[in-house]
Structure formats: C-alpha cells, structure tokens
C-alpha cells in the first residue's frame, strides 16, 4: 500500500477516524506499550508559531521510540526560496514523515505530492485538522459519542471551522455555524459538507448554540491576520461566547477553544475557566490523537501492539 498523508479530516474515513481515536484513548490511560516509531523521524516544518502543535508532536514522537526535527521555515532554505517540491523530495530520503504549518494549503498538498513519505497538515490558513482530530475525542469523552450530538461553532469561518465542516461531513453529526457577514467558512468546504449532513449557517450566536452539546469558537484574527485585528474587533462584536450564550446550549455542553484564547474576545474569562470547559483536557488530546495518528501513518505495526 502507497503512503498515506493526513492533509484533511477527510483523508481518513469514519471507521479510521473511530480506530485512530480508539488507540489514542488507549495511549492515554497507559495501556500503549510499544514504540512503533523506533528508529524513525519526523520533520516538523513551522513557519507559523506554535506552542502546543510543536510540544505535542515533539513529546509524542519521543514517547514513541523516535526523533522529531523542529525545522522553522526561517531558516531552513525554504524560507529563501527553495520549492516545496524540492524540499519534500530532500527531507524523504532523510525522514520517515513530515508535518508542516504553513499559510497556504497549496503548499502542504504541493508537499504530500512531491514526498515520498507522510505528511501531516499542522495548521494551514484554510484547515487544522489535528486540532479537530484532538476536538474529537474531546467530544468522545464528555458525550460518549458524537452520533446525535450538536456542535455550534460561533465566530470566525476560519481553518477551525473548515476543519469542523469536514468532520461533521465525515462522520454525520449536526453542525451550526454563526459567523459575522463576510467572515464565513470556506464556500466550497461548505458545499461540499452541506450535501453529507446537517450543517447549517444560521442568522445568529444563540441560534446556533440553543440546546448544542458543544460549543466552539476561535480567535478572531489568525495568524497572519494581525494587520486585521482592530477591523475583526467591531466586525465581530456580539459573537464572543459568553456565560448567557453557554446558557442557551444544553445543560451538559462543554465548551472547546483550540487556543491560544484571547479573554474578553472570543471568550469570556468566566467560560473559559468555568465547570463547562473542556480545554484543557482538548490540549492534551492533541498528544494522544496525534500518537495514535502517527502510529497509523509510520508506525511499525508490529510493535504497535495494545497489552
Ligand atoms: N491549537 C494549536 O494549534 O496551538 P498552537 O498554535 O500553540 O500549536
Ligand atoms: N485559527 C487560529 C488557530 C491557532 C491554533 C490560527 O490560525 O491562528
């Protein structure tokens, strides 16, 4: 079998989505004993920051049995000029996978095309899929499922919310997204989702989250948005989730930021830290997700074995 990429919640279909979320489960209460990355390393290519995608990824690679590479696109050639296609045929002869966050979807897929081994999107301005994977089983572990269940997602259509489209397509569940005019989801990531379950843009925050078992939000300038931030602000008055909007949602929802959260934006201090809050414990999944996810794309399956 060819090598497979993790560019998109999509890439992987929902018995794989369960699999994947099933060993990370595992990983997480103790009962993973093997290092099916032994020997093996991952590149990780940031030319955005990050905190928890780079801590993750490091920590679980290690955990593992392998090596993880911090490459920043500042001063790897890339970031002279060096073509992506390039760049992934040089790392494949010395790698066993890749992750890269970068700005442009184009490029991580230009990526995947051109290497030889597997890559993983660690955030592009349209997608974040490790974080929904990580979201997931957030969701999992507080509701047990995510059949039946409502998510809202309130504020910006950025990479999150694509990235939520594409997993309420996957796997069937009812999506609610409330964005300011002309701050909406990507149009054909919609479409597309649109035709495979119910997902629904709707006139306003409360709308959206009335009896919603999950509620979510991001910030409201991304990176590479900065020059945007003061504009978003008034643009994105009223979305903020507040105590009175988790309120609306139904009484055992829990609420989810990706982070980093900017307090008294998008979120409120008071949810953010309050008994609905999962985030967290949203943090940490990005560790036993991305294992489990790691395991699947390079993992030495032999040695992959659950006691
Ligand atoms: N949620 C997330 O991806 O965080 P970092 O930007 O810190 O990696
Ligand atoms: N939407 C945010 C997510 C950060 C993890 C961004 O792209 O900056």
Redesign the pocket.
């Given at each position: 079998m060819g090598k497979r990429d993790f560019l998109a919640i999509n890439d992987l279909d929902d018995t794989e989505v369960s699999g994947i979320l099933d060993m990370a489960a595992s990983m997480k209460e103790g009962s993973f004993i093997g290092k099916p990355l032994r020997e093996k390393t991952l590149a990780m290519i940031f030319a955005?920051s990050?905190t928890?995608?780079r801590v993750s990824f490091e920590v679980g690679v290690s955990q593992l049995g392998g090596q993880s590479l911090f490459l920043s696109s500042r001063d790897i050639q890339l970031g002279r000029g060096e073509p992506i296609q390039d760049t992934a045929r040089v790392l494949s002869r010395y790698v066993h996978g890749i992750m890269i966050r970068t700005f442009a979807q184009d490029d991580v897929v230009q990526l995947a095309r051109n290497a030889t081994v597997p890559v993983i999107n660690g955030?592009t301005?349209l997608l974040?899929p490790c974080?929904v994977l990580a979201d997931l089983m957030t969701v999992r572990e507080a509701h047990g499922t995510w059949e039946g269940i409502v998510v809202a997602w309130v504020g910006?259509g950025?990479?999150?919310a694509n990235s939520w489209l594409n997993a309420a397509g996957l796997l069937g569940f009812e999506l609610r997204l409330s964005c300011p005019e002309g701050f909406g989801p990507d149009a054909a990531i919609l479409d597309f989702n649109t035709k495979r379950a119910p997902v629904h843009v709707v006139d306003s925050p409360h709308e959206a989250v009335k009896g919603a078992h999950v509620v979510t939000t991001?910030?409201w300038?991304?990176?590479?948005?900065e020059d945007e931030a003061a504009h978003r602000r008034e643009a994105f008055r009223g979305f903020g989730v507040d105590e009175a909007l988790m309120a609306q949602a139904h009484p055992k929802a829990i609420f989810l930021h990706?982070?980093?959260a900017h307090r008294g934006e998008e979120v409120t201090e008071g949810v953010l830290e309050g008994s609905q809050s999962r985030v967290w414990d949203e943090a940490e999944n990005r560790l036993h997700a991305q294992k489990a996810l790691l395991v699947s794309l390079m993992g030495d399956h032999r040695d992959g074995d659950h006691d």
């Open positions: 955005k990050s928890r995608t955030l301005d974040h974080q910006d950025n990479n999150m991001d910030v300038a991304s990176m590479g948005q990706c982070l980093p």
